[in-house]
T-cell receptor, first 116, second 114 residues
Framework: DAKTTQPTSMDCAEGRAANLPCNHSTISGNEYVYWYRQIHSQGPQYIIHGLKNNETNEMASLIITEDRKSSTLILPHATLRDTAVYYCIVRVALGAGSSNTGKLIFGQGTTLQVKP | SAVISQKPSRDICQRGTSLTIQCQVDSQVTMMFWYRQQPGQSLTLIATANQGSEATYESGFVIDKFPISRPNLTFSTLTVSNMSPEDSSIYLC???????????FGPGTRLLVL
């Protein structure tokens, strides 16, 4: 699986949009971009994933560049509860029953601190 | 998403002993994963456990140290054997679910070895 590069830490003011960048310049055509976050003392939480089109759900938006070499996770209105470590991971997304595990390999992530 | 529970949620153990961590999922899943998160570090995959077959271990992890059972499609155990203080970590269970095989994580087991 391709490696990702994220800033070590970022700050964001409460109520403002948090934009978390991720570089994945060696991504393959069949690899998706996944975002997880880990709030202190909890297990990682799935946020969103995408292939090449921008994606949005109730938690966040994912913007992937046309060349797919980078992406940005957007939390539109950050709250104090969004303070967490955010992980960008690329992984092959497989159909159910595939023998290839498509393992999630975690990097160091970005520590996002939302401040009042 | 799958609801995953782990037992115990935390434990303090003496070196040289073993601890078995349980992972229960509320639905049947083919693949289950065990991760370790050492203090201040990111998650590291220990092994992948499929029902009915031997677990597949990542580099640096061996079955004698981390034996895994997968007796059915909703349950797995990870044993941390002959523990040392270096085994103090959070151990996390994870499963794949859904058409996109998204991975979901349990709450983790915090282990402190004295």
């Amino acid at each position: 699986d391709a490696k990702t590069t994220q800033p070590t830490s970022m700050d964001c003011a409460e109520g403002r949009a948090a934009n978390l960048p991720c570089n994945h310049s060696t991504i393959s055509g069949n690899e998706y971009v996944y975002w997880y976050r880990q709030i202190h003392s909890q297990g990682p939480q799935y946020i969103i994933h995408g292939l090449k089109n921008n994606e949005t759900n109730e938690m966040a938006s994912l913007i992937i560049t046309e060349d797919r070499k980078s992406s940005t996770l957007i939390l539109p209105h950050a709250t104090l509860r969004d303070t967490a470590v955010y992980y960008c991971i690329v992984r092959v997304a497989l159909g159910a029953g595939s023998s290839n595990t498509g393992k999630l390999i975690f990097g160091q992530g970005t520590t996002l601190q939302v401040k009042p | 998403s799958a609801v995953i529970s782990q037992k115990p949620s935390r434990d303090i153990c003496q070196r040289g002993t073993s601890l078995t961590i349980q992972c229960q999922v509320d639905s049947q899943v083919t693949m289950m994963f065990w991760y370790r998160q050492q203090p201040g570090q990111s998650l590291t995959l220990i092994a992948t456990a499929n029902q009915g077959s031997e677990a597949t271990y990542e580099s640096g992890f061996v079955i004698d140290k981390f034996p895994i059972s997968r007796p059915n499609l909703t349950f797995s155990t990870l044993t941390v054997s002959n523990m040392s203080p270096e085994d103090s970590s959070i151990y996390l269970c994870s499963v794949k679910q859904g058409a996109w095989e998204t991975q979901y994580f349990g709450p983790g087991t915090r282990l402190l070895v004295l």
